[in-house]
């Protein structure tokens, strides 16, 4: 419609009304534009809000399962300080039960904590840009990344202390009643094999030592992140 007008004002040679008809589509045509970048700025506001809502929750869950993994994994890097001590001092304790108990302690390994399953997607899917924020980002980034050290020194000090040919296994008994009920992973020891496992525990000294450091950079990223998401909420 607004085409043929043109065409008539052209052949009548109304240019005021050529003129004006221009600025009409012009204006027209911009207005157009913003509303629908305002549309689009309006859904995306809208999935960011939706993302940061669920980021939220599950970075409140991680810093409460961090909560409890820290000061177990330091626990457990005591109990692995005391085997090396029993390992040095050449004298089997008294409390043979107890001995027991530090060693399945000293064996095993606090899990850190789930990484968020948004998180997981935004990387995956390369959808990270749908968060505004490059702090937001960047503390994300960061924390993915200590996951990743997390997961990767795991698998490494389990592959050295696990190796058949350390000793381990052959003074460390596994029960094999463990997982129905209460029944604990170690039952029994031999101390007379224990000394030969001296390397292989002050690997899981380094290690542990390690892990729980990370664990501890693991609550700093998620303090970073929470406060990021709470100043883009704002």
Same mark, same amino acid.
């Given at each position: 419609?607004?085409?043929?007008?043109?065409? %008539? $004002?052209? +052949?009548?040679?109304?240019?005021?009304? @050529? =003129?004006?008809?221009?600025?009409?589509?012009?204006?027209?045509?911009?207005?157009?534009?913003?509303?629908s970048n305002w549309n %689009?700025?309006?859904?995306?506001?809208?999935?960011?809000?939706?993302?940061?809502?669920?980021? $939220?929750?599950?970075?409140?869950?991680?810093?409460?399962?961090l909560e409890e993994a820290?000061? &177990?994994? +330091?626990?457990?890097?005591?109990?692995?300080?005391? @085997?090396?001590?029993?390992? &040095? %001092?050449?004298?089997?304790?008294?409390?043979?039960?107890?001995?027991?108990?530090?060693?399945? %302690? =000293?064996?095993?390994?606090?899990?850190?904590?789930?990484?968020?399953?948004?998180?997981?997607?935004?990387?995956?899917?390369?959808?990270?840009?749908?968060?505004?924020?490059?702090?937001?980002?960047?503390?994300?980034? =960061?924390?993915?990344?200590?996951?990743?050290?997390?997961?990767?020194?795991?698998?490494?000090?389990?592959? &050295?202390?696990?190796?058949?040919?350390?000793?381990?296994?052959?003074?460390? $008994?596994?029960?094999?009643?463990?997982?129905?009920?209460?029944?604990?992973? !170690?039952?029994?020891?031999?101390?007379?094999?224990?000394?030969?496992?001296?390397?292989? !525990?002050?690997?899981?000294?380094?290690? +542990?030592?390690?892990?729980?450091?990370?664990?501890?950079?693991?609550?700093?990223?998620?303090? @970073?992140?929470?406060?990021?998401?709470?100043?883009?909420? +704002?």
């Amino acid at each position: 419609m607004i085409l043929r007008r043109i065409t %008539e $004002h052209v +052949k009548t040679q109304n240019w005021f009304a @050529v =003129a004006l008809d221009f600025v009409i589509v012009v204006v027209g045509v911009f207005v157009g534009i913003q509303v629908s970048n305002w549309n %689009e700025a309006q859904h995306a506001a809208a999935k960011e809000a939706v993302i940061l809502s669920q980021l $939220h929750d599950e970075f409140t869950q991680v810093a409460a399962g961090l909560e409890e993994a820290r000061p &177990r994994a +330091k626990e457990k890097l005591d109990a692995v300080r005391s @085997v090396l001590r029993v390992i &040095r %001092e050449g004298v089997e304790p008294c409390d043979v039960e107890a001995f027991t108990i530090t060693l399945q %302690e =000293a064996g095993s390994f606090t899990d850190g904590p789930p990484e968020p399953v948004t998180l997981v997607e935004l990387l995956a899917s390369g959808t990270f840009s749908a968060l505004s924020s490059p702090e937001l980002r960047k503390a994300l980034t =960061a924390y993915h990344a200590t996951m990743q050290s997390h997961a990767e020194l795991v698998a490494v000090i389990l592959d &050295r202390a696990s190796a058949p040919n350390e000793g381990f296994h052959d003074a460390v $008994h596994v029960n094999p009643d463990h997982g129905s009920g209460d029944a604990p992973l !170690f039952d029994q020891y031999d101390w007379d094999k224990l000394a030969g496992t001296r390397q292989q !525990f002050q690997v899981l000294y380094y290690g +542990k030592a390690a892990l729980s450091q990370i664990l501890d950079k693991l609550q700093s990223d998620v303090d @970073v992140v929470m406060q990021e998401i709470a100043d883009v909420r +704002k």
